[in-house]
């Protein structure tokens, strides 16, 4: 039997936490929540769910959050089996909760996300070989070629070479106290 994550409008879910009711979890990667998220949720990321140790009181409700909701929808059965009684997700994410003009603590200072620096790289990395293919000679399409053969790589292997290598760049370290 498939697992129903019940979906909630931002306003639901701010009821909820208001009253003491809800637990928010923020199944994002550490970098994205890093970056913004709502006040109060726990991050647990999916892509170590399994691993996590999620407690939370059996009375609450579970309330699971990504950026859109499509993490959540995708992850639906895995999100729920961690839960008794019923699972809720806010739906639209942290854009619905955003756009509904809710509040949400941001720092600016942490870097984008891996894998928006990953679309930003590969996408100029592209571009870069496409118009140096045309203007300077056609062994730059190369170029093109390759990061393309990379993100084919990325998708059917779950690992990117680029984003491990964006992890190392000095912008993306932790800074330590």
């Known amino acids: ?9 931002p306003q639901q879910v701010r009821e909820r936490i208001d009253a003491g009711r809800a637990v928010l979890i923020d199944i994002r990667e550490p970098d994205e929540y890093a970056r913004s998220h709502i006040k109060g949720a726990q991050s647990q990321p999916l892509s170590v769910w399994e691993k996590a140790h999620l407690s939370v009181d059996p009375d609450a409700d579970v309330i699971f959050t990504c ?75 190369g170029l093109s070629a390759f990061v393309g ?7 059917v292997t779950g690992f990117c070479g680029m984003a491990r290598l964006l992890m190392l760049m000095p912008w993306n370290r932790v800074k330590t106290a």
């Open 1 to 9: 039997m498939t697992a129903i994550l019940h979906k909630l409008s």
């Open 67 to 141: 950026r859109s909701g499509m993490r959540t929808t995708g992850a639906c059965d895995r999100l729920a089996a961690r839960v008794t009684g019923d699972a809720f997700v806010l739906d639209g994410g942290l854009n619905a909760w955003e756009k509904a003009g809710l509040p949400v603590e941001t720092n600016a200072d942490a870097p984008l996300e891996i894998m928006r620096q990953v679309q930003i790289a590969a996408g100029s990395l592209v571009l870069i070989g496409v118009l140096l293919g045309f203007f300077v000679a056609p062994a730059w399409f």
């Open 149 to 155: 053969a990379g993100l084919t790589f990325a998708g």
